[in-house]
């Protein structure tokens, strides 16, 4: 039986706080009535990652473990989707900052015709707890208002919660060049250019410290990738996108 749900994790040296998630996920998961798959993409780690998601393979949640050499975030998350065959798939951060318990909605929103599920801490109905410095928040706004052009009327392209039906996860990531923390933008306005259905969902996400992510590198990063993105999707023909919609009207839709 095809597999139903697969959840890829990239991870670089993550031996802190990979157990914790591990252990998230599979509760999360395990009360769907088909095979679900957690798919761990080491990217690199120096530390003993790779051999805590191999601890964890007996557990009620089948565990993979892939190796992408490439680094950056953007490059694990699409080695592990195009590493799986599930009918849907999506990845969430090492950290877990965004409660499992929207899996639940964001299935019911696949079920239901909805092509690109997103994770949303900019939603109204989302319960944020973050304990970011003043430099990241500043960041975080300016970062949102130069994505504006790129992905308009999404509010949050980074939370790292994002889920998708196997054709539209293969549409947008085989074509996907962004190895850094923008691959989000360029993942989401080839959803877009691509006519897939589009759905902000509320989360609870609560900030976990020992991120990797460095607000003056990454940050730098990140603005001069968005310039790539541009221009490399200028270069290419698209067709516009059909809608983005809420995840309360799509459900809605279902019932």
Same mark, same amino acid.
């Given at each position: 039986?095809?597999?139903?749900? *697969?959840?890829?994790?990239?991870?670089?040296?993550?031996?802190?706080?990979?157990?914790?998630?591990?252990?998230?996920?599979?509760?999360?998961?395990?009360?769907?009535?088909?095979?679900? +798959? @957690?798919?761990?993409?080491?990217?690199?780690?120096?530390?003993? *990652? !790779?051999?805590?998601? /191999?601890?964890?393979?007996?557990?009620?949640?089948?565990?993979?473990? @892939?190796?992408?050499?490439?680094?950056?975030?953007?490059?694990?998350?699409?080695?592990?989707?195009?590493?799986?065959?599930?009918?849907?798939?999506?990845?969430?951060?090492?950290?877990?900052?965004?409660? %499992?318990?929207?899996?639940?909605?964001? %299935?019911?929103?696949?079920?239901?015709?909805?092509?690109?599920?997103?994770?949303?801490?900019?939603?109204?109905?989302?319960?944020?707890?973050?304990?970011?410095?003043?430099?990241?928040?500043?960041?975080?706004?300016?970062?949102?208002?130069?994505?504006?052009?790129?992905?308009?009327?999404?509010?949050?392209?980074?939370?790292?919660?994002?889920?998708?039906?196997?054709?539209?996860? +293969? /549409?947008?990531?085989?074509?996907?060049?962004?190895?850094?923390?923008?691959?989000?933008?360029?993942?989401? !306005?080839? !959803?877009?250019?691509?006519? !897939?259905?589009?759905?902000?969902?509320?989360?609870?996400?609560?900030?976990?410290?020992?991120?990797?992510?460095?607000?003056?590198?990454?940050?730098?990063?990140?603005?001069?990738?968005?310039?790539?993105?541009?221009?490399?999707?200028?270069? +290419?023909?698209?067709?516009?996108?059909?809608?983005?919609?809420?995840?309360?009207?799509?459900?809605? +839709?279902?019932?």
């Amino acid at each position: 039986m095809r597999t139903l749900l *697969s959840v890829v994790v990239p991870v670089l040296n993550e031996e802190r706080r990979l157990p914790a998630t591990l252990v998230g996920l599979a509760y999360a998961l395990r009360g769907f009535s088909r095979r679900t +798959e @957690i798919v761990v993409v080491d990217n690199g780690s120096t530390d003993g *990652s !790779a051999e805590i998601a /191999r601890a964890h393979r007996a557990g009620p949640v089948p565990i993979r473990i @892939i190796d992408c050499a490439e680094r950056g975030k953007g490059a694990a998350v699409r080695a592990g989707i195009l590493a799986t065959d599930s009918s849907y798939v999506g990845f969430c951060d090492a950290d877990l900052a965004t409660n %499992m318990d929207a899996l639940v909605p964001t %299935m019911d929103c696949l079920n239901g015709g909805v092509n690109v599920v997103v994770g949303s801490r900019a939603h109204p109905m989302s319960d944020v707890r973050a304990r970011h410095s003043m430099v990241r928040q500043v960041g975080a706004w300016a970062f949102r208002r130069a994505v504006g052009s790129l992905v308009p009327n999404v509010g949050d392209t980074q939370c790292g919660f994002k889920f998708f039906d196997r054709d539209t996860a +293969e /549409r947008i990531f085989l074509p996907l060049r962004t190895t850094g923390f923008a691959f989000d933008v360029e993942l989401l !306005a080839r !959803a877009r250019r691509s006519g !897939a259905v589009i759905a902000e969902l509320p989360v609870r996400w609560t900030d976990v410290p020992g991120s990797t992510f460095s607000p003056m590198r990454d940050g730098y990063r990140s603005f001069a990738a968005l310039r790539e993105i541009r221009e490399l999707l200028d270069r +290419e023909t698209h067709v516009p996108a059909r809608r983005i919609i809420t995840a309360d009207a799509a459900i809605a +839709e279902v019932a």
